[in-house]
């Protein structure tokens, strides 16, 4: 598993994009209404905001690039599958609990978000 970026659940995804330019990152894309990721300029996201209750109800956490999140979740029937894999403007996603009840987020990046090792943004918008 490699880390590919910090998920943050928020209720005020403008106001929060704000608070972390106001810090450093840069919003370096918005794959949908409801989400934006953040990083350093000419890198790749470090936290990706989205405002969805049920990501809130999960709390923050890393996401990671197991390389094949359907065939991980099939290998790995065993584990306390939260979220079974579903496609979201990030990529293929699934979540599921480790055994202190932590949420761990599986990710196949969507082809728009290139790969683990390089973003790069014909998203929804890009913000400068």
Same mark, same amino acid.
């Given at each position: ?9 928020? #209720?005020?995804? #403008?106001? +929060?994009?704000? !608070? !972390? ?7 370096? &894309? %918005?794959?949908?209404? #409801? ?8 890198? $790749? ?6 405002? /969805? ?5 999960? &709390? $923050? ?6 390389? =094949? ?11 306390? %599958?939260?979220?079974? *894999? ?10 599921? @609990? =480790?055994?202190?009840? @932590?949420?761990?987020?599986?990710? /196949?990046? @969507? *082809? ?5 090792? $390089?973003?790069? +943004?014909?998203? !929804?918008?890009?913000?400068?």
């Amino acid at each position: 598993m490699k880390l590919l970026f910090e998920l943050r659940p928020v #209720e005020h995804l #403008e106001a +929060s994009v704000d !608070y !972390y330019r106001g810090i450093g990152l840069d919003a370096l &894309g %918005w794959p949908d209404d #409801e989400t934006a990721l953040l990083g350093p300029r000419d890198g $790749s996201p470090t936290i990706v905001l989205v405002r /969805d209750p049920a990501e809130g109800a999960l &709390g $923050s956490g890393g996401v990671y690039d197991v390389g =094949d999140v359907d065939a991980f979740v099939e290998a790995h029937d065993d584990l306390d %599958w939260l979220i079974a *894999p579903i496609t979201t403007s990030l990529g293929r996603y699934a979540v599921f @609990a =480790d055994r202190t009840g @932590a949420c761990i987020r599986l990710l /196949d990046p @969507a *082809p728009h978000l290139g790969t683990a090792t $390089s973003y790069f +943004s014909p998203l !929804y918008a890009v913000a400068g």
